[in-house]
């Protein structure tokens, strides 16, 4: 780069020293020729001369040629001056001054001329000049780039031949014929065959005289854009398809306006969702804005409006049931505080009356405003919902049959344990009647026998009341219990059954052990019929301990841990499949026993499972229990 400003610097030196000798040499010249100033004329040749390297130059030039013939005129006429001599010196300055002019007036042509033809280069848009006969005579880089023929190859070709377009011929001609341009797309070929789209712009190149003489045309590409809009055309209509067809009701809305309504009034000391969850007319009144813009067929069948046309513009998320202001208010919060997706299960009234549950996914799209744009889901699981209360009903049912049952098989347990206090009752009855006979009635032994018979008639009172609550069939109770009672009532059942065959039955409940959350008839169920099990497989005597324990631990995770573990036989398939309904190693057996255990133990929050005691003879099941309820049951409802 330094050495090519050397080069031009040297060159544009001597230009100047040239220029500069001939301004001499025609000073002399028109000083000494008898000519009367006309050869001042050849100034004009040096202003020309230094046009090319600028504006300064041709300035200087001027004012130098002016002044040499200024000098020249005033030396060739000291003796006087003839007013022809003096015309003809004017004439030389009015041409010195017009040559200085237009020669600037052509630098500034000339400089714009190229800025221009650079401008045509550095487009990315192609730019071709072609002649009436449709030869081109100029080709930018664009076309050079787009089309892949170079400048050389391309000038002097036939247009229409070089690149095999496709447009309507009559139409542009008539049109540039009348208004002088036109604009429209084009189908050219690359020369590696390929078709190409243009947006093309023609403006009809005319001489002076009005005659067409060529066309200037500049192009862009737009094949990317016709790929990329078809695709987009297609992909929005395979994924129309999806949503029209799609098995669940779906569609999209404006939420911006309920979330504004839902942010707005939140307190700032209080937490959003707990704030909504106190105020169902905020909620009802930020819903209320949720217009529907595009739905498909499942949701016009859900709401039942008949047509997507008439669901359009209506608010089918209106909380029009007490209960479903809270689902609402879930998926306000979670979006008012950033979420993307929120999701809630509640229940909706359609037009007819029907009252559906639904599960609502609420999710905002990328695009205007923070929730202008949601894209809303609506599962219907009212069905799902009914035969889940079907199931549930059928479950608490066969629980209560198996309690029935049971208790038919700790009928003679039962009768023992009520025959006891019944027979000592009326032994102390006649006990505290001979004392009172006696001439000097002892008081103090009717009082005893007094006692005694309120503490029996309490204890078969007891024995009763564990035997109703086994026997009667209600809705679960979840409350607060404390497990060392629930293993004390469970083994006051099956004692006389443990030692009848022989059985030690021991319980272990770790100190300070939490109360556990659950219904306690279901939980007493559980850990009789555990026991039963285990005195049912050691029956049959094997020589060694005889022996079940119930033990209580609290775990870290928030729940109570309880096991039955006993020293019989054991599982014989390790407890893989005991708690399968129908599966059962008894004779008489139904199966059902360890099947209703566990929907009773994973309705409570809990968990259960079975196994073989490691290295040792016998098996054990361990279930667990929540020490806190959570949203099974609010905290005001939880019996103390």
């Not at 714009?112 to 002649?131: K, M, N, S, W, Y």
């Not at 479903?324 to 809630?344: D, N, P, Q, V, Y």
Request: glycine letters at 10%; hydrophobic letters at 45%; proline letters at 4%.
């Amino acid at each position: 780069m330094i050495g090519k400003r050397i080069v031009v610097g040297a060159s544009i030196g001597l230009a100047l020293t040239i220029a500069t000798g001939i301004e001499l040499a025609i000073c002399a010249f028109d000083t000494l020729a008898p000519f009367e100033g006309a050869v001042s004329l050849l100034y004009l040749a040096v202003i020309l001369l230094v046009a090319p390297f600028g504006r300064r130059y041709v300035l200087a030039a001027g004012a130098v040629t002016a002044a040499l013939a200024t000098q020249s005129f005033v030396m060739g006429h000291l003796d006087g001056m003839a007013g022809s001599a003096l015309l003809g010196y004017g004439v030389s300055l009015a041409a010195i001054a017009i040559t200085t002019l237009l020669s600037l007036r052509d630098r500034f042509i000339r400089t714009t001329l190229g800025e221009q033809a650079r401008i045509l280069e550095l487009t990315h848009d192609t730019v071709i000049i072609r002649d009436p006969d449709d030869v081109i005579l100029y080709w930018n880089d664009g076309a050079q780039e787009l089309y892949g023929w170079t400048r050389e190859e391309a000038v002097g070709r036939v247009c229409s031949d070089l690149l095999m377009c496709e447009f309507p011929s009559a139409e542009v001609r008539s049109t540039l014929h009348a208004d002088g341009q036109w604009s429209g797309e084009i189908i050219r070929t690359h020369r590696d065959g390929t078709r190409i789209v243009l947006a093309s712009r023609w403006l009809a190149r005319r001489d002076p005289t009005g005659r067409a003489i060529g066309v200037i045309e500049s192009s862009a590409d737009l094949t990317e854009l016709r790929r990329a809009d078809l695709e987009r055309r297609v992909s929005e209509q395979r994924y129309r398809t999806m949503f029209d067809l799609a098995g669940f009701a779906a569609w999209e809305s404006d939420w911006s306006t309920a979330l504004r309504i839902a942010a707005d009034g939140s307190p700032a000391h209080l937490p959003i969702d707990v704030w909504l969850a106190g105020r169902p007319d905020i909620v009802e009144r930020a819903i209320a804005g949720a217009v529907v813009r595009d739905g498909n067929q499942a949701a016009v069948d859900l709401f039942e409006t008949g047509t997507v046309e008439k669901l359009i513009g209506s608010n089918p998320c209106r909380a029009n049931l007490p209960e479903a202001r809270a689902g609402f208010a879930r998926i306000l919060a979670a979006l008012t505080r950033g979420a993307h997706m929120a999701e809630s299960e509640t229940r909706i009234v359609t037009p007819s009356g029907r009252v559906a549950d639904i599960v609502l996914r609420v999710t905002q799209l990328p695009e205007g405003e923070r929730g202008s744009h949601v894209l809303v889901m609506a599962f219907d699981v009212t069905e799902r919902n009914e035969a889940r209360a079907r199931i549930e009903q059928a479950s608490a049912e066969l629980a209560h049959a198996a309690r029935v049952s049971m208790l038919g098989l700790l009928s003679a347990s039962i009768a023992h344990e009520v025959n006891q206090p019944l027979t000592a009752i009326v032994n102390f009855a006649k006990s505290g009647q001979r004392w009172l006979g006696r001439a000097d009635p002892d008081l103090g032994e009717v009082q005893r026998c007094f006692e005694r018979i309120t503490s029996n008639g309490t204890r078969a009172a007891d024995v009763i009341g564990r035997v109703r609550s086994l026997a009667r069939k209600e809705a679960p109770q979840v409350e607060l219990l404390d497990v060392a009672e629930l293993a004390d009532d469970a083994m006051e059942l099956i004692q006389r059954e443990a030692r009848g065959a022989g059985i030690t039955l021991t319980q272990t409940i770790e100190g300070g052990l939490p109360r556990v959350c659950a219904d306690r008839v279901q939980v007493q169920q559980v850990l009789v019929n555990l026991v039963m099990n285990s005195i049912q497989a050691m029956r049959e005597p094997t020589g060694g301990e005889r022996a079940i324990q119930i033990r209580a631990t609290h775990q870290s995770d928030g729940m109570v841990q309880l096991a039955v573990r006993d020293s019989g036989p054991g599982f014989t398939d390790g407890g893989a499949h005991v708690f399968e309904p129908f599966f059962t190693t008894k004779v008489d057996g139904m199966g059902m026993g360890l099947s209703i255990c566990r929907s009773i133990i994973e309705a409570q929050g809990g968990q259960i499972s079975a196994s073989n005691n490691g290295g040792e003879p016998g098996a054990q099941v361990i279930f667990t229990l929540p020490v806190v309820c959570g949203d099974r049951i609010p905290e005001s409802e939880i019996k103390p």
